[in-house]
T-cell receptor, first 115, second 112 residues
């Protein structure tokens, strides 16, 4: 299965600033996914990023707040813009092509704290 | 420490005993189900999957049971070990889509 490198692993940011999270995969993948995991909760899909097209956002998430880039088949970035303490979460990228047909592989996550 | 699992339901099991983790899924159209394990400080890791045309599937020390009538999924871990301590999530997917719907998660705590 794919190996994902996600950076940074954690950060503490001031409110009103932005943070860009990088996701690098060791193989080419068509679909990359960005998830948010709020403290003590499950994972929620933010958006799907396909190379060569705009990201598709889930209900409750907008491009202005979470702009995504997908410049090639092995890399994507998620930016958390104009942060507030409510954005404190773990952000995870995920790719298709894991151990099973739909068994996606996840990165280790970025633990964001906004103060 | 890490925040994953702080407010999730917790199952405490004695080392060596069997663990059963339950999950109720939401979409009757879902036809593929996966269990993930998330250890502190890590992303979710695939454990086992099952298709809707099956009601049981076994892996190494793990068994997944599917009851479509009541939309219920369970993960059984045999001879639970300290390394099994983690948060466990079920996820459902509908064929032809790519969107996982994750369950709320259960924190498994293995007692020595």
């Amino acid at each position: 299965s794919a190996v994902i490198s996600q950076k940074p692993s954690r950060d503490i940011c001031q409110r009103g600033t932005s943070l860009t999270i990088q996701c690098q995969v060791d193989s080419q993948v068509t679909m990359m996914f960005w998830y948010r995991q709020q403290p003590g909760q499950s994972l929620t899909l933010i958006a799907t990023a396909n190379q060569g097209s705009e990201a598709t956002y889930e209900s409750g998430f907008v491009i202005d707040k979470f702009p995504i880039s997908r410049p090639n088949l092995t890399f994507s970035t998620l930016t958390v813009s104009n942060m507030s303490p409510e954005d404190s979460s773990i952000y995870l990228c995920s790719v298709e092509g894991g151990q099973a047909n739909y068994g996606y592989t996840f990165g280790s996550g970025t633990r964001l704290t906004v103060v | 420490g890490e925040s994953v699992g702080l407010h999730l339901p917790t199952l405490s099991v004695q080392e060596g005993d069997n663990s059963i983790i339950n999950c109720a899924y939401s979409n009757s159209a879902s036809d593929y189900f996966i269990w993930y394990k998330q250890e502190s400080g890590k992303g979710p890791q695939f454990i086992i999957d099952i298709r809707s045309n099956m009601d049981k599937r076994q892996g190494q020390r793990v068994t997944v049971l599917l009851n479509k009538t009541v939309k219920h999924l369970s993960l059984q871990i045999a001879a639970t070990q300290p390394g099994d301590s983690a948060v466990y999530f079920c996820a459902e997917v509908t064929s032809g889509t790519y969107k996982y719907i994750f369950g709320t998660g259960t924190r498994l705590k293995v007692l020595a």
